[in-house]
């Protein structure tokens, strides 16, 4: 009988691998995505599908998948290459890890774009030049701050340097060290925001567009988009859960560190809708304004607010340490790929990895200026990069993670990774055999338009 591998790597504090985990999870994905497309798909019904997702879906996968990462103790392709032959099943299998590695780099891809944003804002809010009192102002910055690639590149530059800086230092050195001073930087720096949210008002409408169920509201690419974003924000099926659980010391509990992750990114994402939809409606905002909606929208509530503007750089710098504790963990898969299984120095494949993802970034950058119209079906490059990877890559890797765990593979290795009581061993079972993997089809059925649910 084969046991768990030996570690290359570990988290070496306590609170190593929640920090990290939590940092990984809670991001743009929470602050920026959740909102713009919580507008687009109608509000309510599309938040209870989400929710739902994350129960049902989320948390059981990601419980597998931290206990892939730590019995197989690396990438996730070696990860999960070294668990099925350990259940006697054939290299194949690692193809999952592969997919689930592809889709961390190409989310990498258009998240640093977005991050730029952040960055760029920032810079704005302290140079003073974020001024502009209505939402066409607003508007118009933002298209501004796009039109020019050189200016737009340099910030995604910006987010990819400093990422693979801190990948290439290495996981304590690098990861683990600029997590535990960022990590609670944002918990302080999100708290006192939304004290001042609370206290200027105007929860009650966004309140209602939040949390009223209204089913016709619910279009089956609302589920799809439901669906995938509950992978999105808790970073699943992208390598990243995987590789940190890979690096998790034998002792800690991987249920609990799941349901406390889980929850701190569920908190953040509904607390975030609960700032942005306010203003939106306040200020006549159209809520499915798309991508740049909280760009439009804070900043002009920040412009009226007493001490706005240092709210408004203490959240760019908040929404900048939240885009960079999840960047690094995207890319950390590849790193660790080829640092350990190709021998490669991690600085190097660090820069290796680097220069890839700088180019395959340039395109989702060109994707607001001078490739706007590089459209293939409607979808220019940054909207691919996300669809690809939300709406499909992430939900069938987690299909095929699921019923690897909760099939396939040897019973035992989930019992002595999760360390569970017998019923809530059978509990997790039976999510992850029936539950997670049937949310997952039936949506794509949906979807397909195979039948309507
Ligand atoms: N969970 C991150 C967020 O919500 C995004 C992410 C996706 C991180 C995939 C790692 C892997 O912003
Ligand atoms: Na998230």
Not at 136 to 144: E, K, L, S
Not at 151 to 174: D, F, P
Not at 227 to 248: K, M, R, V
Not at 310 to 334: D, K, P, Q, R, Y
Request: charged share 10%; with cysteine.
């Amino acid at each position: 009988m084969t046991t768990r591998q030996q570690p290359k790597n570990l988290w070496l504090g306590r609170w190593g691998f929640v920090l990290a985990a939590t940092g990984s999870a809670v991001g743009l994905g929470n602050i920026w995505k959740f909102p713009y497309i919580t507008g687009e798909f109608g509000g309510g019904a599309f938040v209870l599908v989400y929710l739902a997702c994350i129960l049902a879906v989320g948390v059981p996968i990601m419980m597998a998948e931290i206990a892939f990462g730590r019995r197989g103790r690396g990438s996730p392709i070696d990860a999960i290459r070294r668990v099925t032959r350990e259940s006697g099943h054939g290299r194949l299998w690692s193809l999952v890890g592969w997919m689930a590695m592809l889709a961390g780099f190409m989310i990498l891809s258009f998240y640093v774009v977005v991050a730029g944003w952040s960055f760029s804002y920032l810079w704005k809010m302290l140079s003073g030049s974020l001024g502009g009192s209505s939402v066409d102002d607003m508007m118009a910055i933002f298209v501004a701050n796009n039109e020019n690639p050189f200016n737009l590149g340099m910030w995604s530059t910006l987010v990819v340097v400093l990422t693979m800086l801190i990948v290439g230092k290495g996981v304590q050195a690098g990861i683990e060290r600029s997590v535990s001073w960022m990590m609670p930087g944002m918990v302080i720096m999100l708290a006192i925001l939304i004290g001042y949210g609370v206290f200027s008002g105007g929860f009650g409408e966004a309140v209602a567009f939040l949390f009223s169920f209204n089913a016709e509201g619910l279009s089956s690419e609302g589920m799809l988009a439901a669906l995938g974003h509950a992978f999105f924000t808790l970073s699943l099926a992208s390598g990243a859960i995987l590789t940190y659980g890979a690096y998790l010391p034998d002792r800690s509990s991987i249920a609990r560190t799941t349901f406390s992750v889980a929850a701190a990114d569920t908190v953040v994402a509904l607390m975030a809708g609960l700032a942005i939809f306010p203003i939106i409606f306040a200020n006549g905002m159209d809520p499915g304004e798309g991508p740049g909606l909280i760009f439009m929208s804070l900043p002009l509530a920040f412009q009226s607010m007493p001490l706005g503007t240092l709210f408004g750089i203490l959240f760019f710098v908040m929404l900048s340490m939240a885009a960079l504790t999840s960047s690094i963990s995207m890319i950390e898969a590849s790193v660790a790929w080829l640092n350990e299984s190709k021998g490669i120095a991690r600085k190097h494949a660090a820069w290796g990895v680097g220069i890839v993802l700088w180019l395959v970034s340039s395109l989702a950058m060109l994707s607001f200026n001078w490739g706007a119209d590089w459209t293939l079906a409607g979808r220019n490059a940054f909207d691919w990069l996300d669809y690809l990877t939300s709406r499909w890559m992430m939900p069938l890797g987690g299909l095929a993670m699921a019923l690897m765990a909760g099939f396939l593979l040897r019973h035992e290795i989930f019992k002595a990774e999760l360390g569970l009581s017998d019923t809530q061993h059978a509990l997790w079972l039976f999510m992850i055999r029936y539950v997670s993997p049937l949310g997952i089809v039936l949506i794509f059925i949906d979807a397909l338009g195979i039948a309507t649910l």
